[in-house]
């Protein structure tokens, strides 16, 4: 099984609906992140996460919302789906004093 | 706040032969990493290689080596003997080392490598 798993790993969805995508962790990681990836302009950072107490906002979290249901959990919410929200959603774990982000598979969301 | 920047959105290689990947970024700090990361079209991110700012000497990694020039804040990813396989986009990314702000991947948009047969 994967270290970081994405679910689902695609979706399309339609203008105004609600969706969540979830992110699993097995790495005993304290740190999660959800970054967004869009063509011409790399991985952007939406939310993360220092424990399940701690959220903070990141480059870009206007129309996203976030829960850490647990340490190994960090699900993304967009409350009302619009269409330039179509991207490919990474999110990624670290442990705190570390130097490296492990990475889940991606979930590519589109929006009609 | 640190930026990256890859100025080269699309390169080209013929296979075996060699190919460098450029990178600069904006920072005042003076201890942090610095990472190549690739995309092939299975989208998954893959750790290629990692400087550490401290240390003078270049990474290395099989075929895969950097030229870190931190004066100049450049980040250079050098791909020798490529291969049909290292078809992929790259992305520069940049860590803080600096307590409080050893959380954040800030990442370059990226350059999309084509090797031909």
């Known amino acids: 099984d994967a270290d970081v798993t994405q679910t689902p790993r695609n979706r399309i969805t339609k203008t105004g609906k609600r969706i969540m995508l979830e992110c699993s962790q097995t790495?005993?990681?304290?740190?999660m992140y959800w970054y967004r990836q869009d063509p011409g302009l790399g991985l952007r950072l939406i939310y993360y996460?220092?424990?399940?107490?701690?959220?903070n906002k990141g480059e870009i979290s206007d129309g996203y919302s976030v829960s850490r249901q647990a340490q190994a959990k960090f699900s993304l919410s967009l409350e009302s789906a619009i269409p330039n929200q179509t991207a490919l959603y990474f999110c990624?774990?670290?442990?705190?004093?570390?130097?490296?982000?492990?990475f889940g598979a991606g979930s590519r969301l589109t929006v009609l | 706040a640190q930026t990256v920047t890859q100025s080269q959105p699309e390169m080209s290689v013929q296979e075996a032969e060699t190919v460098t990947l450029s990178c600069t970024y904006d920072?005042?700090?003076?201890?942090?990493?610095l990472f190549w990361y690739k995309q092939p079209p299975s989208r998954q991110m893959i750790l290629v290689i990692r400087?550490?700012?401290?240390?003078?000497q270049n990474a290395t990694e099989n075929r895969f080596s950097v030229n870190f020039q931190k004066a100049a804040k450049s980040f250079s990813l050098k791909i020798s003997d490529s291969q049909l396989g290292d078809t992929a986009m790259y992305f520069c990314?940049?860590?803080?080392?600096?307590?409080?702000?050893?959380?954040?991947?800030?990442f370059g948009k990226g350059t999309l490598l084509t090797v031909n047969p």
């Open positions: 400087q550490e700012a401290y240390k003078q």
């Open positions: 990624a774990t670290k442990q705190s004093g570390a130097n490296v982000l492990t």
């Open positions: 920072t005042s700090e003076s201890n942090y990493y």
């Open positions: 790495k005993g990681h304290d740190r």
């Open positions: 990314a940049f860590l803080s080392n600096s307590g409080g702000s050893n959380y954040k991947l800030t």
């Open positions: 996460s220092f424990d399940v107490k701690d959220i």
